[in-house]
């Protein structure tokens, strides 16, 4: 089993910078990817970001490309989403997910991130 805790969450004007962190325990040793998915009020979840965990492989949705950067520290078992340029409707809650090797998934219970105008 991997428990996934996510920290960092709050409430910024628009235009602020937030940093969420994800930390990682458990049977992490065969992790494939790490990433955040977010899911505003109504709507459903979305994929925001995703790094491999072997090499340095990075992906984005479209909507944050430019404005969020995902990193990761593998000896803490650690990811981070650096949240810049924050808009209203980037208002959510954001959920950590990881994928082993045997396509296993695991996801965290979330932080709140509210954007204000």
């Known amino acids: 089993q991997v428990q996934l805790v996510e920290s960092g969450g709050g409430l910024v004007q628009a235009g602020g910078s937030l940093r969420l962190s994800c930390a990682a325990s458990g049977r992490t040793f065969s992790t494939y990817h790490m990433g955040w998915y977010r899911q505003a009020p109504g709507k459903e979840r979305e994929f925001v970001a995703r790094?491999?965990?072997?090499?340095?492989?990075?992906s984005y949705a479209g909507s944050v490309e430019g404005r969020f950067t995902i990193s990761r520290d593998s000896a803490k078992n650690t990811v981070r989403l650096q949240m810049n340029n924050l808009r209203p409707e980037d208002t959510a809650i954001y959920y950590c997910d990881l994928e082993d090797t045997y396509s296993r998934r695991y996801w965290g219970k979330g932080a709140l991130v509210t954007v204000s105008s």
């Open positions: 790094i491999m965990w072997s090499g340095d492989g990075t």
